[in-house]
């Protein structure tokens, strides 16, 4: 199978994520994504979220569409999430399946500051998705990015333009949710995340 890989916090997922996604197996013929929440993120601020309450936002928000699955990879293992890890537990755990790693070109243009960029490169395709306000990275920023154009795939679709803080603080102030599929947005106001 063509199984792509899209990591992030997920804190909370929400629609964006979805769109990147569904955009990755168009653009790749991917058979699935895996979305992995993050454990210890080495590039990021901790999550606001803990690793089980952003799991669970993850299976509610894909309980619907088959195409999609949550692994808990990197929320069980100690230390930074490197994603070269996260890519070679994956592949022991599938190793029939090709895996494809998902970036938005905003990630994707750090790719070469990244904990054993060639080891990621060797486990997994690349699939850049265009990213609003981002542009779309040409053969030379791909090179500048540490990525080969050959290897890469471009995925050069609208997606929704959301920001993760920005929806935590309008969350805060009780502001209605469009950006979150619906069991997110229960799930959050039961568990009264992100009003603090």
Known sequence: MRVG?????????????????????ECAE??????????????????????????????????????????????????????????????????GDELFLVLGWDAARMFGTWHEPEEVRRLASVVVVSRP?????????????????TQTILCVRPTPDISGSALRRAIARGEPMNELPEAVERYIATNRLYSS
């Open 5 to 25: 890989v899209l990591g992030g916090t997920f804190d909370p997922i929400h629609l964006g994520h979805l769109a990147a996604a569904q955009a990755a197996i």
């Open 30 to 95: 991917l058979d699935r994504v895996v979305l992995v929440p993050a454990g210890s993120p080495p590039h990021r601020r901790p999550a606001v979220a803990d690793a089980a309450q952003r799991l669970e936002m993850v299976r509610l928000a894909i309980a619907d569409d088959g195409s999609l699955e949550v692994s808990d990879v990197e929320t069980r293992r100690t230390g930074p999430s490197f994603t070269s890890d996260t890519l070679r537990e994956l592949k022991r755990q599938r190793p």
């Open 133 to 149: 306000n981002s542009g779309s990275p040409d053969e030379v920023s791909l090179r500048a990015a540490g990525l080969d154009p």
